[in-house]
């Protein structure tokens, strides 16, 4: 494909091609090779690349310095055959493509051959590729120049040479999208908010569970959620919330069938946790009917969760407590668990980390962040000073995992959740946790004034928008539907529940973030009586 190069045509006429095409006469393939005898736009260039199942450079010199189309193929995930010219040979080294020797046409042919007969081997050879050239897009290629200018800046030379000179503003933020709940009202119906979705219709097959609609409950009393009618519809989730509730066993059942039939009797302790946490922000809440029916059951369903094992449940327990406890300064019972189940987490901590490894588990998972959201939350608030430095650093080492090479947020792969103590892998990614991380980054902001805190949260919710690993935006702004997830060759297109609650709790984080400028008047809590518990 392609016309003769100018310089070529002057000199030697078409002799080439058509020299090119008597071989392939005499080799009887002329119903298997098409020769388009012209330059092609960009566009239709790309087109044909995208068609190949593979894709071949044999040129010859291995001084060629630079191959268009080896970039274009590369960077639509094409496996390449190729001779190990000089971009060749830095491109496709790490094994996303094939090297065969100068001038080889018998090990070139086979190692075609090979591939197209290979359909697995092809496909994770495509798959390697695009995502070894997802940095070299031009989203992820401006941000390196950002980032190397501003090291730049920081420099001593371009320190000195700014003396005198007002100090830099920090770097804008682009503003926030606008708040849409178009595809969150869509995920409901008069029973609750589904789990699932297909593309963005709801998967009724898979029914509904109170983790979704408590979350729900939690975003729509959010008071920077800017959803229409958002308040509202609050005690259609708290109406699933009490539903949910099981009293034989003093547990929240979690998963309901479509025809509403409860399919447990007790839920996960997480599911557990996190309904508490739920209730306790209800319990704060201004609207007098809606604080007395969450106060109610809180109080109820808090204390079975001192039998829980489960960290993640302390912590979402410990996030409903903080907004609890407060304004129920006199329940010495909800204070003295709260103590106990941040013990237990402060103690986790102390027990599994070591140096290299400074964490609660010998191992990350999911919902990471809320971990640290806990410890700072509670030590915080009770004046623990060592308890809201363990959990600042631990959340400051988190970070540090979930950062890119590139430098920007790479949430926990799932794939990476049973390896110990080592190097999480970076797919599959999931909105829940780039919302976790938000949240924390809300947390620490209120305790400590680092400014990291704040570039943290933005590089988090960004995420979202497409400052990740692909390239790709998961956010429909217009609609507020969220794709659900990262794989390591394309986003999940699927939107379901847990998906959109994470990109509109990270939304709203992010606006009380920008409302609450540089500080949070929040004051640590004066000591109080404590029923001693177990712990």
């Known amino acids: 494909m392609g016309a003769t190069h100018p310089h070529l045509l002057r000199d030697d006429g078409e002799t080439y091609r058509l020299g090119l ?15 388009l005898n012209r330059f092609a736009e960009r566009p239709e260039l790309l087109d044909h690349i995208a068609m190949c199942d593979v894709y071949v450079t044999p040129y010859p010199d291995e001084a060629q310095m630079t191959s268009g189309t080896l970039a274009y193929a590369h960077g639509l995930g094409r496996p390449v055959v190729s001779t190990p010219y000089w971009h060749a040979t830095e491109l496709l080294g790490d ?5 065969v020797p100068l001038g080889d046409g018998v090990k070139m042919g086979s190692a075609v051959a090979d591939l197209l007969v290979d359909g697995p081997a092809r496909q994770a050879m495509a798959t390697s590729a695009y995502a070894a050239s997802r940095p070299m897009v031009w989203a992820q290629v401006a941000q390196r120049y950002e980032d190397a200018f501003r090291e730049a800046l920081r420099s001593p030379v371009s320190t000195r040479l700014r003396a005198g000179y007002p100090a830099p503003m920090a770097p804008p933020h682009l503003p926030l999208p606008a708040t849409s709940n178009q595809h969150f009202k869509v995920m409901c119906d008069d029973t609750g908010l589904f789990q699932h979705a297909i593309r963005s219709i709801p998967d009724r097959r898979h029914g509904y569970c109170v983790d979704d609609n408590a979350r729900a409950l939690l975003l729509c009393i959010k008071p920077d959620n800017r959803l229409d009618a958002g308040f509202a519809l609050a005690a259609h989730f708290a109406s699933f919330v009490q539903h949910a509730w099981n009293p034989d066993n003093r547990r929240f059942r979690n998963f309901m069938s479509f025809d509403r039939r409860w399919l447990e009797p007790a839920g996960s302790q997480d599911s557990h946790g996190r309904t508490l946490w739920a209730l306790g922000v209800c319990t704060a809440l201004p609207d007098p009917a809606l604080s007395a029916w969450a106060t109610d059951l809180f109080v109820e369903a808090l204390p079975t969760v001192l039998e829980f094992t489960a960290p993640r449940s302390w912590a979402f327990a410990l996030l409903g407590l903080d907004a609890y406890c407060p304004t129920r300064p006199h329940d010495s019972q909800a204070d003295a668990i709260r103590h106990c189940l941040a013990e237990r987490l402060h103690a986790l901590l102390r027990d599994t980390a070591t140096g290299p490894w400074p964490w609660f588990e010998s191992r990350l998972t999911y919902d990471n962040a809320r971990l640290c959201e806990a410890l700072i939350l509670t030590g915080g608030r009770i004046g623990d000073a060592d308890m809201l430095t363990a959990g600042l650093e631990s959340l400051r080492w988190l970070l540090e995992m979930q950062t890119a090479p590139a430098g920007h947020f790479r949430p926990i792969g799932s794939h990476g959740f049973a390896l110990a103590q080592r190097t999480p892998l970076p797919f599959d990614q999931q909105p829940l946790e780039a ?7 809300l947390a620490a902001r209120q305790y400590d004034p680092d400014g990291l805190w704040s570039s943290a949260a933005h590089q988090a919710f960004t995420w979202f928008l497409g400052e990740n690993d692909l390239a790709v935006s998961l956010v429909d702004v217009d609609s507020g539907s969220c794709r659900d997830g990262l794989h390591p060759d394309r986003a999940n297109d699927n939107r379901g ?10 939304l709203a984080d992010m606006r009380a973030m920008a409302r609450y400028g ?7 809590e004066g000591p109080s009586d404590k029923v001693p518990l177990d712990g």
């Not at 919302?435 to 980054?441: E, F, H, K």
């Not at 529940?497 to 990270?506: D, N, P, Q, T």
């Not at 540089?518 to 640590?524: D, E, K, V």
């Open 518 to 524: 540089a500080s949070f008047p929040i004051p640590p």
């Open 497 to 506: 529940a847990e998906s959109v609650l994470s990109y509109l709790l990270a």
């Open 95 to 99: 094994g996303t493509g094939v090297l």
């Open 435 to 441: 919302c976790a991380t938000v949240a924390a980054c």
């Open 21 to 35: 095409m008597d071989r392939v006469e005499a080799l009887g393939l002329g119903n298997h090779v098409v020769f």
